[in-house]
Structures are given as C-alpha cells and as structure tokens.
C-alpha cells in the first residue's frame, strides 16, 4: 500500500488477555518503530527495528510487551496479560533507514487498545 | 523537570490570524527538531525539520530554533480551518529517530 498500515484499527479487549497488533510499514522502509501515545501524552517510543533486528528495545514497559519483525516488512506487536493502563493508541511508523537526516518518518493511523 | 515542555491548549484563533506554538526543553544536546501535525484518531505528519539553530520557511509555516534558550517555535500564517490539529514538536541529540523525545502536543482550533 502507499502508506503504513495498522490492524486492528481499534481493539477492546478483557483485562489479563494477550492482543497482537500488526504493522505493514511502506514497501522498502528498513527502518520500523512502534510508540504508544496515552491520552493527554506525548509520543512514548517502545521500539526499533532495522530490517528484522532490534537494536533498541529500550521504551518496552514490561516483560509483557514484545515485537517481532519478519521478512523486513510485517511486523507484530504482543502484549501479554493486559492491564487497563495499557489502554492507548499503538502508532507504528517507518522510515527508508534509521537516520532523521534528509528522511521522513511516515506514521501509520494506530491501533487504539482499550483494556476494560 | 521534563525533557521536552510543551503548552496542551487548546489554542483557539479566528481564520487568518497568526499562530505560534512553542516548546521549551532542557536537554542542551538536543540538535535535531522537528514540529509534527496530526489530525484527530490520525498519526502524526512531518511538518518542520530543523538541525541546529536558525529559522527555516516552508510556505505558510516558520520553524525557530533558539538553541541559547532552549526554545522552539512554529509559527502559521494565515491559519486555515483546516489547520485545526494537534501540534507536537520533537527533537533529538543525535540522528536516530529511535532517540526521538517528542511533546505532549498543542491542540490547535482555528474558526472560520
């Protein structure tokens, strides 16, 4: 497609279930990062991928949060045991490389998760 | 204190006047900036980027730099109703936007 790509665009799910939340990041960008943004906050980065790797894990919250990235394209992100504070907007976003210079980070439209 | 300060509004102004949105931080390694727009249950768009200090035009907008006093600004000519949006600035030490450290964002109403 000609942008990225979210699904499910929103999710409500029960307290202590596991959600999966998908990204299709723009055809040929090596570069891909989820954030989270809680209302009222700013952008909160959780991780990034260059190709299927992840040299930056760091903005993961807890041990029930993970991402995988296959084929340098798809990647998922798993939450285990939800937690009403985990309710948010999962913004996934892609670049052609890592580096802010002279390249664009392109958003997709998120994934808003509601924990009830 | 946190990193990146920013104004939530909302900051509301009739067509055509000139707004300015700004963000204050305390990171003086900061050298990439950049203003985001995003519209309601939208992601973020790249408005602005900016290295360093100085001004840099893109039509209707003008991003600031004041690196002495840790200060940014956008400022929009001629605001439009579809100018109504969330504003978030963001910047970062080095070149990675894995190091981006963003705003809480202004909201923005323009009327017609």
């Known amino acids: 497609g000609a942008g990225v790509s979210q699904s499910p665009s929103n999710k409500v799910t029960e307290k202590g279930k596991d959600v999966e939340l998908r990204c299709d990041p723009i055809s040929g960008h090596t570069a891909l990062y989820w954030y989270r943004q809680s209302l009222g906050q700013g952008l909160e980065f959780l991780i990034y991928?260059?190709?299927?790797?992840?040299?930056?894990k760091s903005g993961l919250p807890s041990d029930r949060f993970s991402a995988e990235r296959t084929g340098g394209s798809v990647s998922t992100l798993t939450i285990q045991r939800t937690q009403q504070e985990d309710s948010a907007v999962y913004l996934c976003?892609?670049?052609?490389?890592?580096?802010?210079?002279?390249?664009?980070?392109?958003f997709g439209e998120g994934s808003w998760l509601t924990v009830v | 204190q946190k990193e990146v300060e920013q104004d939530p509004g909302p900051l509301s102004v009739p067509e055509g006047a000139i707004v300015s949105l700004n963000c204050t931080y305390s990171n003086s390694a900061f050298q990439y900036f950049m203003w985001y727009r995003q519209y309601s249950r939208k992601g973020p768009e790249l408005l602005m980027y900016t290295y360093s200090s100085g001004n840099k035009e893109d039509g209707r907008f003008t991003a600031q730099v004041d690196k002495s006093s840790k200060y940014i600004s956008l400022f929009i000519r001629d605001s439009q109703p579809s100018d109504s949006a969330t504003y978030l600035c963001?910047?970062?030490?080095?070149?990675?936007?894995?190091?981006?450290?963003f705003g809480k964002g202004t909201m923005l109403l323009v009327s017609p």
């Open positions: 976003a892609s670049s052609l490389s890592g580096d802010i210079s002279g390249n664009t980070i392109y």
């Open positions: 991928f260059q190709g299927n790797s992840a040299p930056d």
């Open positions: 963001a910047m970062s030490a080095n070149s990675g936007y894995s190091t981006l450290t």
